[in-house]
């Protein structure tokens, strides 16, 4: 990181790379007192995703329509438009793909996820449910990647999403690796494999069903 990344004025002290996706690299930063996340766009093109040309913008944008649903996220706490970086909260705790590939994902995590993705059918949107997007702190699951989509079925949760959420060894290699070998049956398309799933996804759909009324 050349730039010297600021919030309130204050420069801020690189602690840690946390990862880096289609969107940013995102650094885990400190004031000497707390901890935050600085998300640096990055112009590096994606095979699988348009951005348009205002990728910054679209993140902040989409920041404001989701912090105004029922879902968890973390603050965004400030931008800097000519250097392109967000200032947001870091939320503490497991990164989903990881919980995965450890096998340390429960029912009820995937039942928030699933509550999630109904908020975001009701507003239209799809959101990127891949697991690198989501940090579970104390059991709520924060999406922490400010990406949103129109709707379509074919990338939403239950179609899409929660294919790399039960491939426990798929997403273990992906750690390892970075591959997509085992998520992913043809390597030329964003799809996750279903083969061995399907079961596992209607009985979760089912049971968020029932959960909803009995609430
Ligand atoms: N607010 C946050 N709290 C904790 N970890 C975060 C936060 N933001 C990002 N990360 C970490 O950084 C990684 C990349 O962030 P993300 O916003 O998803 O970038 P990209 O758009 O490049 O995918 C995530 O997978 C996660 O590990
Ligand atoms: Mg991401």
Not at 87 to 92: C, F, N, R, V
Not at 109 to 120: K, P, Q, T, W
Request: proline fraction near 3%.
């Amino acid at each position: 990181m050349n730039d010297t990344i600021r919030y309130q004025n204050k420069p801020l002290d690189f602690v840690r790379l946390l990862g880096k996706g289609k969107g940013g690299y995102s650094y885990l930063v400190t004031d000497g007192t707390r901890q935050y996340v600085a998300k640096k766009i990055h112009h590096e093109p994606s095979d699988f995703y348009d951005f348009g040309d205002d990728k910054f913008g679209a993140e902040v944008n989409a920041y404001k329509r989701l912090e105004k649903l029922d879902i968890h996220i973390p603050r965004l706490l400030e931008i800097n438009k000519e250097q392109e970086y967000l200032i947001k909260e870091y939320i503490e705790g497991d990164l989903a793909s990881d919980l995965i590939a450890c096998g340390d994902i429960s029912t009820d995590m995937l039942l928030g996820v699933f509550h999630i993705s109904e908020v975001m059918r009701a507003e239209d949107l799809n959101i990127d449910y891949f697991p690198t997007n989501f940090v579970f702190r104390n059991g709520i699951a924060y999406y922490i990647d400010f990406e949103i989509n129109d709707y379509l079925a074919e990338w939403d949760f239950t179609h899409w999403g929660i294919y790399y959420w039960l491939n426990q060894e798929g997403m273990k290699w992906f750690n390892q690796t970075g591959e997509f070998e085992l998520l992913h049956p043809d390597p030329k398309t964003s799809k996750p494999r279903t083969l061995g799933f399907e079961t596992q996804v209607a009985e979760l759909k089912a049971l968020y069903q029932q959960r909803k009324v009995t609430l």
